[in-house]
């Protein structure tokens, strides 16, 4: 058995420190009243490997800000990240509790990812799916994310990405054509769509 010397508890920052036989364990306000842990009462084997797992915690949580301070993670990203240095349970339990708190917000994500690669990078919408589902946002949030693109024109977008990326003068030539049509569809625009862009250029 082994006595808590003391406890130091720090509301602002909801830590504590718990000192137990010399050893020092930096802890969340939350575990420590979880734990049930008192100034002076003794504890045991099992207490001792819960206060580790809770030091372990601690560091993971502060690790998932240290991540989150270089910008916005979906939650499988931070799950992953974490997973780089602490066990795969934890690392999901942490990524959990930040969706719970607010820290991360998948759908939110979504809509300002689907806005960047729309507006900004001219993307096709099949290709803005991909790039979210990449990041770990799941169907229903990418749905949702791109909703208000979908009932918009998209020729004008297409023609655009020709124009940008390929030489117009050359678009009677079959072979250059299907490498076009390919580069466009790469890009996530619809078949059917680019077909119809490229058949006006045939007749300019």
Do not use: W
């Not at 940008?164 to 390919?182: F, L, T």
């Amino acid at each position: 058995m082994y006595k808590i010397e003391a406890i130091l508890r720090d509301n602002n920052s909801n830590e504590a420190v718990v000192i137990v036989g010399g050893n020092s364990y930096r802890i969340t306000v939350h575990d420590l009243d979880t734990i049930g842990l008192e100034e002076g009462s003794l504890v045991d084997e099992k207490e001792i490997e819960l206060l580790n797992e809770a030091v372990e915690r601690l560091l993971c949580i502060k690790k998932a800000f240290d991540f989150l301070s270089y910008g916005d993670l979906s939650e499988k990203q931070l799950r992953d990240k974490l997973c780089r240095k602490f066990p795969r349970e934890l690392s999901s339990d942490v990524a959990r509790l930040f969706v719970e708190r607010g820290y991360v917000n998948d759908a939110r994500l979504a809509e300002r990812y689907a806005e960047t690669f729309y507006e900004f990078k001219n993307m096709g919408l099949q290709r803005i799916r991909n790039e979210l589902f990449r990041r770990g946002i799941s169907k229903d949030d990418i749905e949702n994310a791109i909703a208000k693109y979908e009932s918009e024109d998209q020729y004008e977008r297409i023609e655009v990405f020709i124009r940008k990326k390929y030489d117009i003068s050359k678009m009677n030539d079959i072979k250059y054509r299907q490498k076009v049509y390919s580069g466009a569809l790469r890009a996530g625009f619809s078949g059917a769509d680019i077909g119809d862009v490229l058949r006006n250029f045939e007749s300019e």
